[in-house]
């Protein structure tokens, strides 16, 4: 039923949309919090943030049994139509999803009463470790965000693996898995002959403005089967407005 993304592959997980570099430069002096991070979280201030999933209600379970019981029946067709349909939103009704049209809407309806489910607390801090390089110190599951290293000159975050990227910005709707917000995106791909890596990082807030977003994924896989698979959102609250 929900076509994700590449980012975050299943119903039960959580995915982010992909964007454009839409900035000029972002270099920034020492000891100066780079703008692009400063929307999101002061220089030395930890906050608390809680690690959490989106769980939809017990009653669409129903429906998204349906809806696989179709697409094993005429695999080809759905995989298709997924790559038609606009991305980060539940699938526009049709006939071969295996739902009727009021079996569709009440779908939409659950959906729509997803939840955020706190899993556990942590503790967000931005750090300048030396001149013009910048973390984002997370305590407990977070630690992987703490080994990537944000050069505002580039607009890259480093990490072990190697450079990620600025992509697209992200716009997601009110129907995406996590809600209505906006933010940027980093990535690293990489591909041998042996192993393929893919590693993203987005930084976001809630149209409402009442939290911000931290979501990170680290995929490794190896002729086709999971080496790692470790991915992370944190929801934790915005500076306060000066």
């Not at 769980?55 to 129903?62: C, D, T």
């Not at 349906?66 to 606009?86: C, F, G, L, S």
């Not at 992987?144 to 480093?158: A, G, N, Q």
Request: hydrophobic fraction near 35%; proline fraction near 7%; charge should be positive.
């Amino acid at each position: 039923m929900y076509q994700s993304l590449s980012f975050l592959p299943s119903i039960r997980t959580l995915t982010i949309c992909a964007g454009v570099l839409s900035s000029c430069s972002l270099a920034t002096a020492a000891g100066k919090t780079p703008e692009l991070l400063a929307k999101f979280l002061t220089k030395d201030k930890a906050v608390p943030g809680d690690v959490g999933a989106i769980v939809p209600p017990e009653a669409i379970n129903k429906y998204i049994i349906k809806v696989q019981d179709a697409a094993k029946a005429d695999p080809e067709w759905h995989k298709d139509y997924a790559k038609t349909a606009k991305p980060g939103i539940p699938l526009p009704w049709h006939e071969k999803l295996g739902l009727t049209k009021e079996e569709y809407a009440d779908y939409l309806k659950q959906w729509d009463k997803r939840e955020f489910k706190v899993v556990q607390q942590v503790l967000v801090r931005l750090e300048e470790p030396k001149p013009g390089e910048w973390m984002i110190r997370v305590s407990g599951v977070g630690m992987p965000v703490s080994l990537l290293r944000y050069d505002p000159k580039k607009d890259t975050f480093k990490s072990p693996n190697g450079e990620l990227g600025r992509i697209e910005d992200i716009n997601a709707e009110a129907r995406s898995i996590l809600g209505e917000w906006t933010g940027h995106e980093w990535r690293y791909e990489k591909k041998t002959e042996f192993i393929s890596t893919k590693e993203n990082i987005a930084l976001g807030k809630y149209k409402d403005g009442k939290h911000c977003l931290l979501i990170y994924r680290l995929q490794e896989s190896t002729s086709g089967l999971k080496l790692a698979d470790k991915s992370l959102v944190i929801r934790f609250t915005p500076p306060k407005k000066k």
